[in-house]
């Protein structure tokens, strides 16, 4: 009883000394608490710089989303009336907030920024149909809100461990000695005489293999194979995925066919252009199938020059230990050059 | 002879009018009360500062359906709710608010207000029993077995300041206070604890927390009034907030001197103390936790029916005297 009224006296003067402190309710629909950097609500559908449709229907946000709630009809290869360059396009696009979890998975995953979550903080709707936005909802979206923080390009791009200072820059013979602490995991690779075949076959399987591979007399083969693994997270998911390690093992014969989005994103120059990061990881994934042919598997499609486009680089490239997004894209742009 | 008659009644209107009004005011304050003890606002939309929440409730509670339970007693479950306001209406009779208002100043006040009180006991337990409802029921018997404990030690405590001014009319007793000093400022060492054990025995014959458990949430539902809706419900939380006041009046007129205060005329006084003491009332429930129901109960035997037996000895004691 004694600790009771102990206990009761400083329940009393909690609330007593409780009265004379400012209330902490905010008032909510008359005042609007600052949301957060990054808050994101609703979702846009882009434009590219030209005017074009920037989603080319590659449904891989649909692959992603956990909770299915969107739905692509994809309209397949087409003249841009824009650029006058064939290019994936999405005819009908459809996204459920009913049942979203705000994820934001799809954001990730696109390969040309083209889905983008919005900062527009209401929602609520007067009916269920209210909520299912529409291809034309999307797009109007697209002007009449405030972009959340991230798109793919950003999102992945944090996904990148930071670069060490030294040795960027370095020539071939440095990077076997300076690579990072992952080099660990391809120790061998470096003096082999054909890296090629050795990197592309951990490639699957190893997280962050092969650092030291540059070092080969094939640089073009080893790059290919450092990249499309080392970014990992991103660019393994928004490549054409399964199909990348595919080839590497298989040969020749498989590039052209099982990487369609990646010679549709590398014919079409707008959105690599303005979308580097993902356009330039997934063009990349593209070389390692001709890297690891060798030069005859280049010849029929894009991924030729690509992969050229690879063999000049790598000399600068490799020493880069985590050749992230931007060195993808840089790879990338020179293979667009290169071509 | 008449004209007593129609001064009591215009009183008695008057003050049902008053009590009623305030009870209205209570709902309001309450709720922004307990919202600014919890660093909250309370209600802020119905009118200015939600003013006009308690008629927004009551508008609320109309428009509810009126559910009778299929096997209830029907006729002892209708009339309840308003003998509980009834009841506690009829306390405030003979709370002296100033020299002049009262509407009978009756010769056995005290008596009379505990009495009117106590009689509250009877449709809370009607209403348990009419509802034909375990928890109603379970309600109803704590609230039974609590009020009639706890009528000891209010009793007790009521007789200290009988004793010290020698009436049983609360007029006189508040003139006493006036003349010489209030009962909690001399003899404090009487009046003080008699107060305190005062305010708790009314906190539990009022129900309140933390001698809420004739109601109690997470046992009962909502005890007697599970099976209540809409308007009778509002009766019986009417009743509840009624009876709340009138104890404060009659605390205020027992041991804190009534109209007696200096600057400003009786009735300003009055309804100063009576506020103060019904702002710590909400003050306590909404600061402190339910009590078992043997704790109460031990709380009650050992504890405050000891102590008002004391008490009521010295004040005797001190009166006797010289």
Same mark, same amino acid.
């Given at each position: ?34 949301? /957060? ?123 990148? =461990? ?18 990072? +602490? ?31 591979? =540059? ?7 080893? *790059? ?26 298989? +040969? ?69 230990? /985590? ?5 993808? *894209?840089?790879? +990338? ?7 | ?49 939600? &003013? ?23 006729? %002892? ?78 009793? &007790? ?5 009988? %004793? ?48 809420? %458990? ?61 506020? &103060? ?6 003050? %306590? ?18 504890? &405050? ?18």
């Amino acid at each position: 009883m004694k600790s009771y009224f102990a206990t009761a006296a400083r329940a009393l003067a909690t609330t007593f000394h409780n009265v004379f402190r400012k209330p902490v309710t905010v008032e909510f629909p008359t005042v609007i608490r600052p949301r /957060a950097e990054r808050y994101r609500s609703s979702f846009a559908l882009l434009h590219e710089e030209d005017g074009d449709e920037a989603c080319i229907g590659c449904l891989q946000c649909e692959r992603i989303c956990p909770s299915q709630v969107i739905s692509i009809k994809a309209g397949g290869k087409r003249e841009s009336p824009i650029s006058r360059k064939k290019r994936g396009y999405a005819d009908d696009f459809v996204l459920d907030l009913n049942a979203c979890i705000y994820c934001e998975l799809c954001v990730q995953v696109c390969p040309t920024d083209a889905i983008v979550m919005t900062r527009e903080p209401e929602l609520p709707a007067y009916g269920r149909e209210d909520l299912v936005l529409t291809m034309a909802k999307l797009y109007a979206n697209e002007k009449s809100k405030q972009r959340a923080w991230g798109d793919a390009t950003r999102l992945n791009g944090m996904q990148v =461990p930071p670069k060490p200072p030294a040795a960027a820059k370095a020539p071939a013979a440095t990077p076997a000695a300076s690579p990072s +602490g992952a080099a660990a995991s391809a120790p061998a690779a470096p003096a082999g005489p054909s890296p090629a075949a050795a990197s592309g076959a951990t490639k699957p399987n190893s997280p962050a293999p092969a650092p030291a591979a =540059p070092a080969g007399p094939s640089p073009a083969a080893a *790059s290919g194979a450092t990249k499309p693994s080392s970014p990992a997270p991103a660019a393994a998911s928004a490549a054409p995925g399964p199909s990348a390690p595919a080839p590497a093992a298989g +040969g020749a014969q498989p590039a052209p066919t099982s990487t369609p989005p990646a010679s549709t994103v590398s014919g079409s120059t707008a959105p690599v252009a303005a979308t580097t990061g993902p356009a330039g990881t997934t063009a990349s994934s593209g070389t390692p199938s001709s890297g690891t042919a060798g030069a005859s598997a280049a010849g029929p499609s894009s991924p030729a020059p690509a992969g050229g486009g690879a063999s000049a680089t790598p000399t600068s490239e490799p020493a880069s230990p /985590a050749p992230a997004a931007g060195a993808g *894209s840089s790879t +990338g742009k020179t293979g667009e050059g290169a071509s | 002879m008449s004209d007593e008659l129609v001064r009591g009644a215009f009183y008695s209107v008057l003050i049902v009018t008053v009590v009623l009004t305030a009870t209205a005011m209570a709902l309001w304050f309450e709720r922004k009360f307990a919202a600014r003890l919890q660093t909250r606002l309370g209600p802020t939309m119905v009118g200015p500062s939600g &003013l006009l929440q308690p008629v927004a409730d009551l508008l609320k509670l109309l428009q509810k359906e009126d559910i009778v339970p299929e096997r209830a007693d029907r006729k %002892i479950f209708n009339l309840v709710p308003l003998l509980a306001a009834l009841a506690a209406l009829g306390a405030a009779a003979v709370v002296p608010f100033s020299p002049s208002v009262v509407a009978s100043d009756l010769d056995v006040g005290v008596l009379y207000v505990l009495a009117v009180g106590a009689v509250t006991v009877i449709p809370v337990f009607g209403a348990g029993w009419a509802s034909n409802n375990k928890l109603a029921l379970l309600g109803g018997m704590r609230a039974v077995a609590q009020s009639i404990s706890y009528e000891v030690p209010l009793l &007790l405590s009521a007789m200290v300041p009988v %004793i010290l001014s020698g009436s049983l009319r609360l007029g006189t007793i508040v003139q006493t206070q006036a003349d010489h000093h209030w009962f909690i400022v001399w003899p404090f060492f009487i009046g003080v604890p008699a107060f305190g054990i005062f305010l708790l025995a009314m906190l539990a014959e009022a129900n309140r927390i933390p001698f809420d %458990i004739p109601e109690a949430e997470s046992e009962l539902v909502a005890g007697v009034t599970t099976e209540y809706t809409g308007m009778k419900f509002a009766i019986f939380l009417m009743a509840e907030y009624i009876h709340t006041i009138v104890a404060s009046a009659v605390g205020a007129a027992l041991f804190l001197g009534g109209w007696d205060g200096p600057f400003r005329p009786g009735l300003h006084w009055m309804v100063l103390k009576t506020f &103060l003491l019904f702002a710590s009332v909400y003050w %306590i429930r909404w600061s402190l936790l339910r009590f078992r129901a043997d704790q109460l109960m031990r709380l009650c035997w050992r504890y &405050l029916v000891p102590a008002g037996v004391i008490l009521v000895a010295a004040a005797a004691v001190w009166v006797v005297l010289p």
